[in-house]
């Protein structure tokens, strides 16, 4: 695993698929999937070379095993220093079943605020709000997750979704100063915020 940054290190990383996307802000993600990662192993000093030696890094392909063992990851997320708390880390799950089917499903991972520990609901940012939710978040989030549903004879993938706290969209915040009428919610995400 090169640490350069050339063109030829950029372009050997994206070959091996060690690299991740961004809408918006700079989050720092490490993920490592492996099949004998213990939640003990996020505390650890040595907890990145420990999932390089015992696993793989994001981007990679997990080999085969031959025990009965479940696939593990070992997540680890940092806000961008410019910008706001994480809310929560997913892992989003895709596998086919015996009759070729796709399927998708979103764990949570860790959450930073126990209003939301179910999973289900999600606060956002009304547009007559103009202030954040930040003391809900987590300068950073790292965990242990194991996969409650692994069917080795499914083939399946899995990717980590990190979402920050909820914030107001810049047009919010300038109507209240201004003293005019909010803009209409945006259904989904609007400029990588939820409002």
């Not at 490490?30 to 793989?56: E, H, I, M, T």
Request: hydrophobic share 35%; net charge neutral; charged share 25%.
């Amino acid at each position: 695993m090169g640490r350069k940054n050339t063109r030829g290190a950029i372009f050997d990383a994206i070959k091996r698929k060690e690299v991740y996307a961004t809408t918006g802000s700079r989050i720092g993600l490490r993920v490592y999937g492996g099949w004998n990662y213990k939640p003990s192993d996020v505390k650890r000093q040595n907890c990145l070379s420990n999932g390089c030696a015992l696993g793989v890094p994001m981007g990679a392909s997990l080999g085969p095993t031959d025990s009965s063992d479940t696939p593990t990851l070992l997540v680890d997320a940092l806000k961008d220093p410019l910008g706001v708390d994480l809310e929560r880390v997913q892992v989003v799950k895709g596998w086919v079943d015996k009759e070729g089917t796709p399927h998708e499903k979103v764990y949570d991972v860790i959450v930073a605020s126990s209003e939301t520990q179910d999973g289900v609901a999600e606060r956002s940012v009304l547009p007559g709000e103009a202030g954040d939710k930040q003391d809900q978040g987590a300068a950073a989030l790292s965990s242990w997750w194991q996969d409650p549903d692994f069917n080795p004879a499914w083939p399946a993938f899995y990717y980590v979704r990190v979402l920050e706290v909820p914030t107001a969209r810049w047009t919010t915040p300038d109507a209240a100063r201004y003293g005019v009428p909010a803009p209409r919610r945006c259904s989904g995400i609007c400029s990588g915020s939820r409002v």
